[in-house]
């Protein structure tokens, strides 16, 4: 979902990836085994999620920030989350084709960043892979586009910051920078999977775009593109907001 502004908190932007879809285990759903979700269609107003997909009925839900609660897993963390309803776990289910629930992680849950890339004690995260903020720049998805057949758009990465007017992998420099009033620490470089092959307008796959990236951004037996980043503090990021590199990495 693209957006013109966003407030950032401690988890990353505000309503971002605060919701999973779990199956009868618990464990989260994503588009590496079910690439159709790439289909769903949300939006989110005060409160009120609508979904939309192919051949469904839209569903309109009150989102659920109190109420029974389900203990999901994502990766390697188990948390506190709250079911958020019947009604959204039948849409989700008949259209999936397997019986799953929707779930808010809980407002006093608190999901930990992994300790080895923390900048502090107190760093959170939301339901993302394991940081508050992915930034992308476009000169680097231009760099990866001029290798491919077919030219890919960012979404395919599903970054919240994407920034424009620097050098091609230019961020794999960077260590702090200001959004705006915001202050990002990037911390790690993000590894990528079989979702950066998946087309969002239609759920279909096409190995090229990973391996064409596997070719030139393979570090660490991982395929890297983009960098993860911790919030240094809060406040709004609105699209255009000038971007100031304050340090660099040694």
């Known amino acids: 979902m693209s957006v013109e ?149 960012m979404d395919r990465f599903r970054p919240n910051l994407v920034i424009a007017g620097n050098h091609a992998f230019e961020e794999d420099t960077w260590a702090e920078i200001a959004v705006g009033d915001v202050r990002l620490a990037l911390v790690k470089p993000c590894s990528r999977c079989t979702v950066i092959t998946i087309d969002q307008s239609t759920g279909q796959g096409d190995p090229e775009p990973l391996r064409a990236l596997e070719s030139f951004r393979r570090r660490d037996g991982k395929v890297m593109f983009g960098q993860n980043a911790i919030v240094l503090n809060t406040g709004v990021v609105r699209v255009g907001d000038p971007v100031r590199v304050l340090q660099r990495k040694l």
């Open 5 to 153: 502004v966003a407030a950032v908190e401690r988890r990353g932007l505000a309503e971002d990836r605060l919701m999973m879809v779990v199956d009868e285990g618990g464990q989260f759903v994503s588009q590496r085994s079910a690439p159709s979700l790439a289909l769903i269609a949300p939006a989110l107003a005060e409160d009120v999620l609508t979904l939309r997909a192919p051949n469904m009925p839209e569903l309109s839900i009150q989102v659920r920030h109190q109420g029974a609660r389900r203990r999901v897993r994502v990766w390697n963390d188990t948390c506190e989350a709250v079911d958020q309803g019947e009604a959204v776990a039948d849409w989700l289910s008949h259209y999936l084709g397997q019986r799953v629930w929707l779930v808010r992680l809980a407002d006093d849950c608190v999901r930990r960043v992994d300790a080895r890339y923390a900048v502090t004690d107190h760093d959170e995260v939301s339901f993302a892979d394991g940081y508050p903020c992915l930034v992308t720049t476009q000169a680097s998805l231009d760099a990866l586009n001029a290798r491919l057949s077919r030219p890919i758009p």
